[in-house]
């Protein structure tokens, strides 16, 4: 077995995608991503990478969410500098959204370490810069849907269009000089059946198969295209009535374009009242471009986003003191802002401005990863902490799961059924823990073998062949330090601070509070926190 295959990102997690392939001639990437979801596990970005970037001879890219290219530029920084292959979509797609990624980084990072000097602490650098994605950018070269091409010596590759988003794409690849294997890698998957993208496709007879579960243990409802809209228009309708903002948390890529067609059309059929809508996300407006430019759909014969030029209801915001300016308005409007799950970006300064105003509401339009900021809201937490400050929910927090760019369970199993017979195995990753086995058990009983079914642990290593895979031994391990729950102690800590702040808050007296700031002193003192100690301190 001379091809070995190690499992980087992706693994008991959503985030993260990277695959590393390698054979003594040479060794390739399919995916880079980034790791997002809670605290703790976005600290794996800041690591260094379990492999030597420099003996990297290529990089296959699915596509261009960051979770799946967000760490390339890192890649380049520490000292990559072979080929980037990605259709012209992922390719256009990865040039607006690294560099934006690269800015966030470079902001953030800059006022943490204001924090940073006035509590002295150490001032810390960003994962990558600016000019680290553009030299990322140089090192792209484009590929066509279904032609194959030689990535790296003894590897030859082919994208299959995925359905996901817009230059989306499963990966085939084969690999080895004496009796190569020929694996699939799925990307992303779409749900099939939109009008704004083509179904997945993807070729049979895989000896290996690598593929995502994000929603491998949910059914979604079918749903037309005329379905869908009169759910959004309901949902426009509801907001509306509630007498204040409707802010909707978006995906930049994808799924803002498709919620922004919907929403100009149920308008101007007069199915929703009319609004001012803003597109608040300097990344979403310059991925329309894209979508303007390379979105024609076969499946429908035209461009679905051709109506997505800024006019006099839709308003492309682009500099800071324009999003600034949408905290004088009142009354009915909508705000799109990214990111889709809150973690980043100008949406946590609309949430902390309107979270705490009944007549707000929040419309979440995709998947959740636990840990972040959407997924709390979406769980119904009281109180949130965004930006060091305690915000009381008191918005209506709404979701609707129509515009998802995944294939619920059914549909990543009937897609994984029709790339049969898999001489090898199944290698379920880009799941949390439960979906993973969820879509598992659902393979299972589909007919795959049980012992055929892999579910690999980051930095986990296989040496494959045509019809098997042995477990490796690891260059180097690391831990997904995510809890079971997927929440960590930042989360934690952040709950029992908002826990204390409303229970001073009902405290009758001065004395009370001050008694019991004083238990938890004393707790805090304490040697060892023991169970006895805390709930005497509780008592």
């Not at 810069?129 to 990322?136: I, L, P, S, V």
């Not at 808050?505 to 700031?517: H, K, V």
Request: glycine residues 8%; aromatic residues 6%.
């Amino acid at each position: 077995m001379s091809l070995t295959m190690t499992v980087h990102g992706a693994a008991g997690c959503v985030t993260g995608s990277c695959y590393r392939l390698a054979t003594p001639r040479a060794s390739v990437l399919v995916d880079c991503g980034m790791f997002q979801g809670s605290k703790s596990l976005k600290a794996l970005n800041y690591e260094p990478f379990p492999f030597d970037a420099k003996a990297i001879d290529a990089v296959l890219l699915t596509h261009a969410h960051i979770d799946h290219s967000g760490l390339l530029p890192k890649l380049v920084r520490a000292g990559f500098s072979g080929p980037i292959y990605a259709t012209a979509g992922t390719r256009d797609l990865c040039d607006v959204m690294l560099a934006d990624a690269a800015h966030i980084q470079e902001s953030e990072v800059e006022q943490l370490n204001r924090r940073n000097e006035r509590r002295g602490r150490p001032t810390v650098e960003p994962i990558y810069t600016r000019r680290d994605a553009a030299r990322t950018m140089e090192l792209f070269q484009r590929v066509k849907l279904g032609e194959a091409i030689e990535a790296a010596p003894g590897f030859t590759a082919r994208w299959w269009n995925a359905g996901h988003i817009l230059g989306s794409a499963s990966i085939e690849v084969v690999a080895g000089d004496e009796a190569p294997a020929r694996l699939l890698f799925s990307g992303d998957l779409g749900p099939g059946g939109r009008d704004f993208l083509a179904d997945p496709e993807g070729p049979a007879g895989v000896d290996h198969l690598i593929m995502e579960s994000t929603y491998g243990d949910r059914e979604r409802p079918a749903i037309t295209p005329d379905q869908r809209r009169a759910l959004l228009a309901a949902e426009l309708r509801d907001a509306h009535d509630a007498g204040g903002p409707l802010l909707i948390p978006a995906f930049a890529v994808e799924r803002t374009q498709e919620l922004l067609a919907d929403l100009l059309q149920v308008m101007a059929d007069g199915a929703a009242p009319p609004a001012d809508v803003f597109l608040d996300s300097p990344l979403a407006v310059e991925a329309t471009e894209v979508f303007l430019k390379r979105g024609y759909s076969a499946a429908t014969g035209r461009n679905p986003f051709e109506a997505l030029h800024a006019g006099e209801r839709l308003r492309f915001l682009r500099e800071p003191r324009e999003s600034d300016q949408l905290e004088r308005l009142r009354g009915w409007h909508v705000i799109m802002a990214a990111s889709g799950m809150c973690d980043a970006g100008r949406i946590r300064k609309h949430l902390k401005r309107l979270l705490w105003r009944e007549s707000a509401t929040v419309l979440l339009s995709g998947f959740q990863v636990r840990g972040t900021l959407g997924r709390l809201l979406l769980d119904g937490v009281g109180r949130v902490r965004i930006q060091g400050d305690d915000i009381q929910v008191k918005a209506r927090i709404r979701s609707l799961d129509i515009y998802s760019g995944h294939a619920d369970a059914s549909g990543l199993a009937a897609w994984a059924l029709a790339r049969r017979p898999v001489g090898g195995k199944v290698f379920v990753c880009h799941g949390e823990p439960e979906a993973s086995r969820g879509l598992a058990t659902r393979l299972e009983a589909a007919g795959f073998a049980p012992d055929a079914l892999a579910l690999p642990t980051i930095d986990q290593a296989f040496r494959l062949a045509a019809t098997t895979a042995e477990a490796a031994p690891a260059e180097a391990t690391r831990h997904a330090p995510a809890a079971p729950s997927g929440l960590d102690w930042h989360n934690a800590r952040a709950r029992l601070l908002g826990e204390l702040d409303a229970r001073l808050e009902r405290a009758d007296s001065d004395a009370e509070r001050a008694q019991l700031l004083e238990a938890i002193r004393r707790l805090l003192e304490a040697p060892t926190a023991s169970p006895a100690a805390v709930a005497a301190t509780d008592a």
